[in-house]
């Protein structure tokens, strides 16, 4: 699922958009899972750094771009010392973040006077999708946002950023359209059914039509699906 997630030319265009704002130099993506982000930055001239919670994906990683930096280590306690890097780059982290504002004070930690931060994330609450179940698929997608550590990362990254003292924050919304449920399930309906069902938002007999129609409109080509993306970026002020 990963592998067809980093195919897909709205991920292409995704991470364009957040490439084009880390400037240049040495650097980390924090939550570098299995290392994709870090071989495109190296092919595009940067000299970044892969940094995981996780040992496995770190292994991962190293053998499936052998060459490059990867290393286990904590968001909230990255592996470089103060001022190091000239960039910070998370996608898709901050929205698992309990603390995401000292997550975002650890990256201006380990950045340099005018070095350059990105936040790519999601806001789940502002995720659409085309239904005939609205206030189902409203229960679902509601359920997922509040079972997340921060399901409004997305559009809370702005304040996040400028809480821990960056500066020039900026806001650029991406909403792709997804027209695959297998690609969309694990965000709608995926858990949220579940969570919905636990939380007494909908019946089990609920959850059934949900996935009946999913189904019936990924068969007939009307399945249609639009996260609220955002790439959020700023600067360490001098």
Same mark, same amino acid.
């Given at each position: 699922m990963l592998r067809r997630l980093d195919a897909l030319p709205q991920t292409r265009v995704l991470r364009d958009l957040a490439y084009a704002r880390l400037g240049a130099g040495r650097g980390?993506?924090?939550?570098? /899972?299995?290392g994709t982000v870090v071989a495109e930055l190296a092919e595009?001239?940067? =000299? &970044? !750094?892969g940094v995981d919670l996780s040992e496995a994906m770190v292994a991962e990683a190293a053998r499936e771009h052998p060459?490059?930096?990867?290393?286990?280590?904590d968001a909230y306690a990255l592996p470089m010392a103060d001022g190091e890097l000239d960039w910070y780059h998370a996608e898709r982290v901050y929205i698992?973040?309990?603390d995401p504002d000292r997550a975002a004070a650890e990256a201006l930690r380990v950045l340099r006077p005018g070095g350059r931060v990105v936040v790519v994330d999601m806001d789940m609450d502002a995720m659409s999708v085309a239904t005939d179940l609205p206030?189902?698929?409203? @229960?679902?997608?509601?359920a997922t946002c509040d079972d997340?550590?921060? /399901?409004?990362?997305? !559009?809370?990254?702005?304040?996040?950023?400028? /809480?821990?003292?960056?500066?020039?924050?900026?806001?650029?919304?991406?909403? &792709? =359209?997804?027209?695959?449920p297998d690609m969309?399930?694990?965000?709608? &309906?995926? &858990?949220?059914?579940?969570?919905?069902?636990?939380?007494?938002?909908?019946?089990?007999? #609920?959850? #059934?039509? !949900?996935? @009946?129609e999913v189904r019936r409109r990924g068969a007939a080509g009307?399945?249609? @699906? !639009?996260? @609220?993306?955002?790439?959020?970026?700023?600067?360490r002020p001098a």
């Open positions: 980390v993506d924090v939550g570098a /899972g299995r595009r001239g940067f =000299a &970044p !750094v060459g490059h930096d990867f290393r286990v280590g698992h973040l309990d206030l189902l698929a409203r @229960a679902v997608l509601g997340l550590a921060n /399901g409004r990362a997305g !559009v809370r990254a702005a304040d996040t950023l400028r /809480g821990a003292g960056f500066t020039d924050v900026e806001v650029l919304p991406y909403s &792709p =359209a997804h027209t695959d969309v399930w694990p965000l709608y &309906p995926g &858990p949220g059914l579940a969570i919905a069902q636990r939380t007494g938002a909908i019946t089990a007999a #609920e959850a #059934e039509q !949900v996935v @009946a009307t399945f249609l @699906a !639009v996260p @609220a993306l955002f790439v959020v970026s700023g600067t």
